[in-house]
């Protein structure tokens, strides 16, 4: 039962993928950067602006902000004189929101939604186009960091070649040999892979952390997956084992994210010392017909709020394997915004449907599924007769109802993208997690401080990001509502700062990304 996806799978892994990942990046880097020719003026002043921050208590209006060198060097209630020079760009922010840019904390920028490395190399052109917009799309939707959560120095680097791009922190990930996620993958494959893999003897929790903190990283990633649902086949790692993780990380103030959606998995995560649990609780082990909280799913969530442990609700990881099966999804303004017109062409063709094809059978009744008819499909799979999607959805929405009500730790992570569903775009998919988070109870307030403060916190980014204060790096965003009124805000963005340069949202969108550029093999250089 493939289908309760909750982290990525090793998609790619052959050694050509890897080629043409480098040949588009360096592509991305010649050309890309035609889409981006202005400079940041050596001082930027927002004026009259009203700072939504979540450290402060009200909004701070008719403020003037002023950045250099990529920093905010002061927020002010009144307006400063300007500085004489022509090298400074004013923003009037009469009527606007200035707040701090979103924080993703659960990403996987190494994958593209809908495809695995296989079709990547069968489809190169619709795949050079899905990594060409990628980081743009993270941005239109205000996500100016991310923290991808499964990665290397090697793909950090392929990532900073990018002319523009969320700023992007990565966690080593320590799975053990055999168990998830690299199950199915050969030893070799999974060596390639998993460089911090936790090898019994040879490669023990504290040499791991020593190697990834070495390279570079944020974090520490975990993992505590037995199988799908019910499913009860997959190696595991000791307790013992992850706790001496856990202490080496800890030593090296480096947080440990955990992989765990089912009841037994967040229990492991507490009795581990874990600091987040990366996954909503939507998998009740031993209880899969209950949708409503269970006395054992209230305890396990009740553990989570009293040792205060960081939770990610990942809501999209199962609306995601259900929105492909929306006749529509694929028509949506949002998406076309988000998406390269080849690439939407591709998924709607019977190749890009290949994964609500696999899906299929095990979600739609058998007569559902040869009717044919794909209205009747989309409104089987939102009824509570659907199989196995349905009642795990609700769980994870019960769940998630109950911790923000009781005003748990949530970190934002949307775990874009998740499955290889297409329905899970960059950056879209983050905005579409805010929204089933605001269905499932949580304020946009609440949504607005897991996405900024929160998970600045958490990460130990506090001196760098999430919050607008003297000293922060200059990622921030104008909008034109309170974001801690209205989520929508984040779907009509006026202006991105990424570093104290100024963005338009219009520019990252899908249909400007170097519509000149003639992707074919051809023109890149292999
Ligand atoms: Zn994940």
């Known amino acids: 039962m493939q289908r309760f996806i909750c982290a990525q799978y090793t998609w790619q892994s052959g050694a050509g993928a890897r080629r043409t990942h480098m040949a588009v990046f360096i ?24 700072v939504v921050s979540a450290e402060r208590s009200d909004p701070l209006r008719d403020a003037t902000v002023v950045v250099r060198d990529k920093r905010i060097v002061s927020v002010t209630a009144s307006s400063l004189p300007r500085a004489s020079g022509s090298d400074v760009e004013v923003i009037d922010g009469t009527s606007l929101f200035l707040s701090p840019g979103l924080i993703d904390s659960h990403v996987h920028t190494n994958e ?4 695995v490395g296989s079709m990547e190399e069968r489809f190169p052109v619709v795949a050079r186009a899905l990594r060409k917009q990628l980081p743009r799309s993270y941005l239109y939707f205000g996500f100016t960091t991310l ?14 070649a990018y002319p523009v791009h969320p700023d992007l922190y990565f966690c080593g990930a320590t799975p053990i040999p055999g168990g998830y996620p690299p199950t199915y993958q050969t030893k070799e494959e999974q060596a390639r892979t998993y460089p911090y893999m936790l090898v019994e003897g040879s490669n023990a929790p504290a040499a791991v952390v020593k190697k990834m903190k070495t390279d570079g990283a944020l974090c520490v990633k975990a993992f505590y997956e037995r199988g799908f649902g019910e499913v009860d086949v997959w190696p595991v790692p000791r307790l013992e084992t992850i706790r001496a993780l856990v202490k080496a990380a800890q030593a090296s103030h480096m947080p440990v994210l955990i992989h765990a959606n089912s009841t037994d998995g967040q229990e492991f995560v507490l009795d581990a010392g874990g600091d987040i649990i990366a996954h909503g609780l939507w998998h009740w082990n031993g209880e899969p017909q209950s949708t409503e909280l269970t006395a ?9 709020l009293k040792a205060n442990v960081g939770w990610q609700a990942t809501m999209r990881v199962l609306a995601g394997d259900r929105d492909v099966f929306d006749p529509e999804f694929l028509s949506a303004p949002r998406v076309a915004a988000v998406v390269p017109p080849a690439a939407i ?10 994964y609500r094809n696999a899906n299929a059978p095990t979600y739609l009744s058998k007569a559902v599924l040869d009717s044919g008819d794909l209205s009747k499909q989309w409104a089987f799979i939102r009824s509570p007769e659907a ?19 009781h005003h748990a730790r949530f970190l934002f992570g949307s775990d874009t993208p998740g499955s290889p569903s297409f329905a899970n775009q960059p950056g879209l998919n983050g905005w579409l997690e805010m929204r089933l988070l605001v269905e499932a109870g949580l304020t946009p307030a609440q949504v607005f401080r897991a996405a900024t403060l929160t998970n600045a916190e958490a990460l130990g ?23 801690t009124q209205s989520i929508q805000t984040y779907d009509d963005i006026v202006k991105i700062i990424l570093g104290g340069r100024v963005l338009d949202r219009a520019e990252l969108a899908a249909q400007r990304c170097c519509a000149e550029v003639d992707p074919s093999p051809r023109n890149v250089p292999l």
């Open 27 to 50: 592509a991305f880097a010649i050309v890309l950067s035609a889409c981006f020719r202005s400079a940041a003026a050596r001082e930027l002043r927002i004026e009259h602006v009203t």
């Open 296 to 304: 054992r799913a209230k305890g396990v969530l009740d553990r989570v």
């Open 461 to 483: 980014l506090t001196d760098e990001l999430g919050t607008v204060q003297v000293g922060k790096r200059a990622n921030l965003l104008l909008t034109r509502q309170d974001p």
């Open 147 to 160: 923290v991808d959560l499964i990665s290397t120095p090697v793909h950090l680097r392929e990532w900073n």
């Open 345 to 354: 062409e591709w998924y709607r063709s019977n190749d890009g449907q290949w």
């Open 112 to 115: 593209l939604a809908g495809m």
């Open 387 to 405: 199989p196995l999607i349905g009642p795990a959805i609700e769980r994870g929405a019960s769940a998630v109802r109950y911790m923000a009500a």
